[in-house]
């Protein structure tokens, strides 16, 4: 197996420069995006076309079912792809879960304690419904990343084509790991810059990415500091009065939306928020104090076509970050578990496997 440092370098050294077309019809999800990105060797935008052709129609079918009910698991599916890329590369290793009595898994990491239940659920529904349809051939990580990819789709973004062909990873890094690879909601921009450099990102990628809080909700204790013992300066007031009822102490366990203006919706609200000084978090706020990120931001908010190419694409590269591909990692029977410790679920699934297997 190759280690994670070495895969990340290979990332970064990877060469393969395709063009293709990145805003897709829904009807054709995979076809070659217009900018230019390079892709990690091992993957490709046909991946399953022949072991799976139905594999994306199954996620998105699915989804749209769940989003109906509740459209907030679109951003707990996004944030898990996120959690997932950043720590150890898109290997699915967020999904695994840890043993009871080991010293901790990477979903015991602070980060990932408010990722949602339920994100881990309908992830491990779809890996049933594409097994029953084709056996043992998506991997979780690629479903992960449909997943996220229909989910900014869904909620009235982007929709692109996603390179897959992601194998899953044997193992999960520690919480120490885990947090060391998450950047804090505390942090500054410049610490957030530096942090995402070294994974390859450029600050209009990370002024991009960011723009994942156009959805989704916050719990109290992720931003509270900016409000007590003193609250931030840069704050809006009425943002700030209003943050404080819904969080009346440090420790409060209220949530809030991350974005006022359209919680539920994948636009650029978000950055015209951070021109309204109601960012939630620092490291959004700060995006729009920061000189080498404040035109970024600006741009986004008065454009958003311009956000949806710009996201794609740092998406695109976030989603192959340090990925296993080949002979490396495995595809998993069960999302939450490494295949090797999952003996009697694979055993029950071996009569439909085996064909499938064999192309691997
Ligand atoms: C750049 C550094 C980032 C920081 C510091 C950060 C931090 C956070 C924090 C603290 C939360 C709220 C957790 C809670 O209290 O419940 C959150 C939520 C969220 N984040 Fe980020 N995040 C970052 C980047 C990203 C990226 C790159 C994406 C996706 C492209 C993303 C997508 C989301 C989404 C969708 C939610 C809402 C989740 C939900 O409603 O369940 N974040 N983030």
């Known amino acids: ?46 991946f399953y076309e022949n072991s799976c052709p139905q594999a994306e129609d199954i996620v998105r079918t699915q989804l749209k079912k769940v989003f109906k009910e509740d459209i907030g698991q679109a951003a707990g599916l996004l944030r898990l792809h996120f959690h997932d890329c950043f720590v150890q590369g898109c290997d699915g290793s967020v999904l695994l879960d840890g043993s009871t009595s080991g010293p901790g898994d990477e979903q015991d990491a602070i980060p990932n304690l408010t990722l949602r239940k339920k994100a881990f659920e ?43 062909g992601r194998k899953d990873g044997l193992t999960f890094a520690t919480p120490n790991v ?30 991009a990415l960011s723009g994942g809080h156009t959805i989704g909700i916050s719990h109290c204790t992720s931003f509270t500091r900016r409000l007590y013992p003193t609250q931030d300066p840069v704050m809006d007031k009425t943002f700030a009065k209003d943050l404080k009822e819904i969080c009346p102490k440090l420790d409060s366990n209220g949530t809030t939306v991350l974005d006022i203006r359209s919680p539920n919706k994948f636009d ?43 996201f794609v694409i740092a998406m695109t590269k976030m989603g192959q970050l340090s990925v296993l591909t080949g002979k490396n990692g495995e595809i998993r029977a069960n999302c939450s578990a490494r295949n090797s410790d999952n003996q009697a679920y694979l055993a029950s699934l071996v009569d439909d496997d085996v064909e499938s297997l064999s192309e691997f």
């Open 268 to 310: 650029n609200k978000y950055y015209v928020d951070l021109m309204n000084r109601q960012g939630l978090f620092t490291s959004d706020q700060d995006l729009y104090s920061y000189k080498k990120t404040k035109d970024i931001v600006t741009s986004f908010a008065v454009d958003e076509s311009l956000f949806y190419e710009k």
């Open 122 to 164: 309908i992830v491990n529904d779809l890996r049933q419904r594409i097994h029953k349809k084709c056996g043992r051939v998506v991997s979780c990580s690629d479903i992960v990343a449909l997943a996220a990819r229909d989910s900014v789709a869904l909620s009235g973004g982007p929709d692109y084509a996603v390179p897959l």
């Open 1 to 46: 197996m190759v280690i994670p440092s070495a895969r990340s370098t290979f990332f970064l050294l990877i060469s393969s420069l395709l063009v293709v077309s990145s805003l897709v019809s829904a009807e054709n999800y995979n076809q070659e995006p217009e900018f230019t990105v390079p892709l990690a060797k091992g993957l490709s935008w046909s």
């Open 178 to 207: 885990t947090l060391a690879n998450l950047p804090a909601p505390f942090s500054n921009a410049s610490t957030i810059l530096e942090a995402l450099a070294t994974k390859g990102f450029d600050p209009t990628d990370v002024v």
